[in-house]
């Protein structure tokens, strides 16, 4: 099957801009840096997850639902798009956040309310990517008994993983590079690295299969965790793109390195470093553009240390995605580390 005749629904305003930090770059004396702005694309303050979310909620509506379900932390960006794209599409959400209820709702927990998510109910686990070995996870027994009271009252819930599935989120991404290489062919230049956070794993996938369809795998992917050791996710990208390869019939499925970089992670999931702190205020000070704490601060500050370690060639155009989450910045948490 071609990529351009599966089911999506339209949520975004796509592309989205392309931008070249040339003072970053000139800043950093290294490649031709280049930003591609999905945290502009449109619904709900944007991020990533709306490009999956065109084909999740394209299944969700095919399969007749009427409310959807979802889990994520209580900062989460995904939760954020979903409730706004289900608002979109007339659909109710239901929320299971990993975490404590908090005083005061910040941050993107604030726009969920303010979104009209119908309910959030929140499970305590050890964090919002981890899982329980043994015994039952508390946040899929919350799904199961949400899921089980809508349907007894004559709702037909769809249920939408932490990140999307990892193959809306393939599918999503290697339309990403599409649009990339678009962008910089007006510069006569095509893409030699693309740099993303790497949590729930799919993007990463996403941007692979795209440089497996659109760059002939030339083009090098690299992952910044900000929630796993690189052992685990380099599992689960690699799992993702032959899931996206076998749905669209696809041979040689893992034939490109899949490379992650797990030292920028910190303490862990959401916790603060402070290199990614000084990524957020040396990209807003040079370039006037706002990075989000969890996601693309850490991953910032992975592009600029792999620029100083001599990673790319000067003449190397490298695509940095920004994958919104700003939002973030105003949680509770966040916004004590950067306090002058």
Do not use: W
């Not at 950093?28 to 303050?45: E, H, Q, T």
């Not at 990517?129 to 769809?158: A, M, T």
């Amino acid at each position: 099957m071609q990529i351009g005749q599966v089911k999506r629904i339209k949520l975004g305003i796509f592309p989205t801009p392309l931008e070249e930090l040339k003072t970053i770059s000139s800043h950093l004396g290294g490649p031709r840096i280049f930003i591609k702005r999905d945290d502009l694309d449109g619904l709900g303050l944007g991020g990533n997850k709306l490009r999956k979310l065109e084909y999740a909620m394209a299944e969700a509506l095919e399969q007749g639902a009427t409310t959807v379900i979802t889990t994520g932390a209580v900062q989460s960006n995904h939760c954020r798009l979903v409730v706004a794209a289900a608002n979109k599409l007339g659909l109710k959400t239901h929320l299971v956040l990993v975490g404590e209820e908090p005083r005061i709702a910040t941050g993107n927990l604030l726009l969920d309310k303010i979104l009209g998510a119908a309910e959030i109910h929140y499970v305590v686990k050890p964090d919002a990517y981890g899982s329980i070995k043994e015994g039952s996870d508390p946040v899929d027994e919350k799904v199961q008994e949400i899921k089980e009271r809508l349907i007894s009252q004559g709702e037909k819930p769809y249920y939408i993983p932490n990140g999307c599935r990892p193959l809306h989120g393939g599918l999503g991404y290697a339309n990403c590079v599409r649009e990339i290489v678009d962008q910089l062919y007006d510069y006569n230049l095509a893409p030699g690295s693309i740099i993303t956070a790497c949590g729930s794993a799919s993007t990463q996938g996403g941007l692979l299969l795209g440089s497996k369809l659109y760059c002939q795998g030339m083009t090098q992917v690299i992952g910044i965790s900000i929630s796993r050791s690189k052992d685990e996710l380099i599992k689960k990208i690699k799992e993702a793109l032959d899931d996206a390869c076998s749905f669209l019939g696809l041979e040689c499925k893992t034939t490109q390195e899949v490379i992650v970089y797990d030292n920028y992670l910190g303490d862990g999931y959401g916790l603060p470093t402070q290199a990614m702190k000084e990524a957020v205020e040396l990209v807003s000070r040079k370039e006037g553009i706002i990075l989000d704490p969890v996601y693309t601060g850490k991953a910032m500050a992975g592009l600029i240390d792999l620029v100083h370690k001599g990673q790319f060639r000067k003449e190397e155009a490298v695509v940095f995605i920004h994958t919104g989450g700003v939002p973030g910045l105003f949680a509770e948490e966040q916004v004590v580390h950067f306090q002058r």
